[in-house]
């Protein structure tokens, strides 16, 4: 895989995501939707999984979509969530337990999240979330969606900022991975490491530390970055001389595959 060449060519999105983890549609759906959009190349970078890579590699082969095996690992760097893209991923012995040991842990940090809406008389089952997450790694998504369906909070977002957010009362961290961690990781994996949406860390001088730990490569664009922040972190790029993605986070319709702010 050369990402240099995938970018130069255009028509790709290499940030995306399936029911594997949290998206909404399946690995088929997704490479369905990015030939529709005309996108030559996608990357699935599921949430800690590598569960939907084969079935849309096999749909890539039939639609004439070249799917990259990817995965967004999930990290804490000084108490600030860091998501690492990792491109191009074979996975070895060690990969595959850890990767085990963290869905293990999503779905004990569920039921202990489940417990805390108890606590505040919003009653949830872990039934209630698998009928979202469904055979997927379980995240807050799909938590929230479980709470509104319920009726206890109007809308998803809500539950996000006021219940489900960093600090928020039923809040709780995952398995904790270092950054070098999960470098070292995608790195043994034969992949490439990515620091993904820089904009979400909201520290500059974070992000530039960060940098120094070995990353390979920087996302650069990305749909909640606007051209100022993708120019920012395209200097970035250049000053430690690292690999430039882009990628438009796809989860659901209100996010547009193939849009993210590269010109």
């Known amino acids: 895989m050369n990402i240099i060449k995938i970018i130069n060519e255009g028509y790709f999105d290499l940030h995306v995501h399936t029911k594997a983890s949290d998206g909404d549609y399946t690995p088929t759906e997704v490479v369905r939707k990015a030939k529709e959009a005309g996108l030559k190349t996608i990357a699935i970078t599921d949430h800690d999984t590598l569960n939907g890579i084969d079935e849309a590699q ?12 990817a995965i967004e690992l999930s990290t804490k760097y000084k108490g600030k969530s860091i998501d690492i893209l990792g491109y191009n991923i074979t996975a070895g012995e060690e990969l595959k337990k850890i990767l085990l040991r963290m869905r293990e842990g999503r779905e004990e940090r569920a039921k202990r999240i489940i417990e805390k809406f108890d606590d505040i008389g919003f009653t949830l089952t872990l039934e209630d979330v698998k009928a979202f997450s469904e055979d997927g790694v379980i995240a807050r998504p799909h938590i929230a969606k479980a709470i ?3 009726g206890y909070v109007s809308d998803y977002q809500s539950v996000f900022d006021d219940y489900l957010a960093d600090g928020k009362p039923c809040a709780l961290d995952k ?5 070098t961690d999960g470098i070292r990781l995608i790195n043994e994996a034969g992949g490439k490491a990515i620091l993904a949406h820089p904009v979400y860390i909201g520290d500059d001088n974070m992000v530039r530390e960060l940098l120094k730990l070995g990353f390979d490569g920087i996302e650069v664009w990305h749909r909640s970055q606007d051209k100022t922040d993708n120019e920012k972190y395209q200097k970035m790029a250049e000053v ?11 989860h659901h319709d209100d996010h547009q595959l193939g849009e993210f702010g590269f010109e």
Do not use: W
């Open 58 to 69: 096999k749909a890539g082969e039939r639609l004439g979509v070249q799917v990259i095996p």
């Open 148 to 150: 509104v369906k319920k």
């Open 175 to 179: 398995m904790i991975l270092s950054p």
């Open 240 to 250: 430690f001389d690292l690999i430039m993605t882009g990628g438009s986070d796809f």
